[in-house]
Each structure stands twice: as structure tokens, then as C-alpha cells.
């Protein structure tokens, strides 16, 4: 996000700001200058690049209209490719796919990926403010080793939060409060990838961003998980005979995400290949 805020600060939120400052004195202050309103309108701190409450409100009204428009965008053209490469459309006469399903689940997606977006705000906000331990890439903080390293690390920090996360979203409790919502679509499309209560997408999300602020993650990599952990959220939902497909017929297996590492250790794991034979077949029921 930073990396946004130095491109755009000066191309356009530098004159924005002053703009609206001179037009609040204009209008506020001609009369009465000495007011409080005036004096924190003509208090600079507050204008400033570094001015918390500018930061917040740039990151806010940022991630409002461009993040949360594009990160849409994106969502429905790869659902979009996605649907018509892998879908098959029999299955839109399946008992279990719901009428006017793709409709729903998008409704349900954008509004999860608003409030999502809405509720990142915080995170953004302390990584311009410099908590996180993010770095430019090849800059020389990190060993050159790690530039590469922190992809593996991250997959392993991200799928291990993802898993038990997962699974305490199907705790009776937090499931029928929350991740009921997503498991209605027994038949998923590449459209149900987003189709969370908005809380639970954000908390869902939090291993995304929780990296950055345990260990150093360059800028670079930071985005190229964002971008890769999003187009794999919808692949996992193309409704191919694959790992997360199970997880939608039977919500006692395959929690995870990337890798199956802790469904193996969990006792939670279900080879697809050998489930979907094993339905054709009708040994296995659920
Ligand atoms: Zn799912
Ligand atoms: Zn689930």
C-alpha cells in the first residue's frame, strides 16, 4: 500500500488535500479564524503525508474505491474464465445447485470482498505507518536466500493458520453463525470463492497480512502473495474433482489450503481422485 501512497501522493493526493484545506478556510474561516475548527484546519501536522489521520483517511477512501473495485473486477473475469474452462454445465440441473446460484454467490462475494476491504483498512494503515517488517526486494536487509525462502515460509505460515482456522469455523457455533453461509453451495462455482459472512473472509484473510508483522516480507512478495492467494481461492472452487470440491461435499474433510500437510496430520484428509471414483462407484454416501 505504501508503494501506492509514494506513486500517488504527489501525482494527485498532495493537491486533494490542499485543495479541500483552502476551501475549508475559505468557507469556515473567513468569518471567525480563531475557532477551534479553524486551528485544526490550519494546524499542517494534520495535512501532512505522515498525519495519521490523513494516512487513514487516503488508505480508507483507497481501498474503498480502487481496491475493493479492482480486487471485483478481478474476482468476476477470472470466475468468469474459470466457469466457462471447468464448469460443467450438467450440473446446473443437480438437485443440490440452487436456483439462480452464480447470482447469489456473487452478490454474497462482492459484498464479503466490501467489507473485507473495508476492514483492512487498520492493517494498511500500520504498514505505511512502518510496523510491519516490510523491505523492498534486493535492497540487502534479508539474505539473498530468503528473497526466495519467505515463499515457502509464508505458504507454510498461511496453510497451518488457514487449516486451524478453518476448523474452528466448523465449531457448531461459529458454523451455523457464520460459515453456513459459504457451505451452502454444496455445488460450488468458481463464484462461490468469496461467498463468506464478510467477518469471517477478513479473519480468513488475516494470515495474508500477519506475515509481514512477524517477519520480514518484501513489498514484492507481499503482492505476489495477495495476487496468488486470490486466484487460488477461486480455482479451489472451479468444482473440478479436486482437493477443496471434497470439503463442499463432506465438511468434515480437507480443511486446508495450499498444501494437505495438515489434513494428513489431522486425520482430516480424502484423496480426491479416489473420493469422486469412490461416488461413481456409490461406496461413498456423503
Ligand atoms: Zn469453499
Ligand atoms: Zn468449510
Redesign the pocket.
Known sequence: MDLIFNYLDPLIIDSVYDSVRGSLQLGLCANSPSSSVCSVIADSKLWCRESIYRQSLSIFIVTWFVHWISSSVFFILLGTVCHYLYFDEALKSHPKYHKNQIRHEIYDSLLSLFGLNVLTVPIFVAQVRGYAKLYDFGSGEVPFWYEFGQFLFFVLFSDTCMYWL?RT??INYLFNLM?KK??QYIIPTPFSAYAFDPLEAYIMSLPIYAYSFLWPMSREAQLIVFVTTNIWTVLLHDNRDQFHTV?HKN?KLNFGQFLTLWDHLGGTYADPERYFAGKREGTVKS
Request: charged share 0%; aromatic share 12%.
Open positions: 478453518h469455523f466448523h460459515h459459504h457451505h470439503h465438511v
